[in-house]
């Protein structure tokens, strides 16, 4: 069974400040996908990532998959409140038949105070 | 293009019932993905269908069950409610074939058992 720890669980931080959030496994994933989810919706995709140490920046999202695809991080530059919201990694693992099972890490819950 | 939308949007019911929920996937989407949202448990997968057929099971009992349809619609089944089954339930969509294969999620059901 493969696992994606998640940390830190809970993010309370002011406006202007920087964040990082971590995914790490003992697993190695073919690809790494995050995901915003706002209360009562479903996640919406963020980025997905692939390659061993490829980065993705989406504005003040910064993404990085590491170098053995255990493992992925997400900072955000300069947060504001409307980055607030419940922050998932899914990893697809590299073998096998699962084409359709994401396995979720618990999310982070990042609250930005204005 | 239209997203992944799910039907209904709320439900309610009680101990021993059964529940059925659907999902539409985006258009030209073969595979559908379903999951269990919790706040103890997280996202926790359920099943996938591509093509009509199962292709990946989670570890969820015998009442949970789906199917797929030729226009790829796919419907997830309930019996024998539970308290714990109250939760919400996402569906995802993606193209289905190999490579990255992102998922994209529906608004979810939140289901309650009384």
């Known amino acids: 069974t493969q696992l994606l720890e998640q940390s830190p669980q809970f993010l309370s931080i002011q406006e202007g400040e920087n964040l990082t959030v971590y995914c790490n496994s003992s697993?190695?994933?073919?690809?790494l996908q995050w995901y915003r989810q706002e209360p009562g919706e479903g996640p919406v995709l963020l980025v997905t990532?692939?390659?061993?140490?490829e980065v993705k920046k989406l504005k003040r999202l910064t993404f990085q998959f590491g170098d053995a695809r255990k493992d992925s991080s997400l900072h955000i530059t300069a947060a504001q409140p409307g980055d607030t919201g419940l922050y998932l990694c899914a990893g697809r693992n590299a073998g096998g038949t699962s084409y359709g099972k994401l396995t979720f890490g618990q999310g982070t819950i990042l609250t930005v105070h204005p | 293009k239209a997203g992944v939308t799910q039907t209904p949007r709320y439900l309610i019911k009680t101990r021993g019932q059964q529940v059925t929920l659907s999902c539409s996937p985006i258009s030209g989407h073969r595979s559908v993905s379903w999951y269990q949202q919790t706040p103890g448990q997280g996202l926790q997968f359920l099943f996938e269908?591509?093509?009509?057929?199962?292709?990946n099971k989670g570890n969820f009992p015998g009442r949970f069950s789906g199917r797929q349809f030729s226009n790829s619609r796919s419907e997830m089944n309930v019996s024998t409610l539970e308290l714990g089954d109250s939760a919400l339930y996402l569906c995802?969509?993606?193209?289905?074939?190999?490579?990255?294969?992102?998922?994209?999620f529906g608004p979810g059901t939140r289901l309650t058992v009384l």
């Open positions: 990532v692939v390659t061993g140490g």
């Open positions: 697993s190695v994933f073919s690809s």
């Open positions: 269908y591509f093509s009509e057929t199962q292709r």
């Open positions: 995802a969509s993606s193209l289905g074939g190999g490579g990255i294969n992102e998922q994209f």
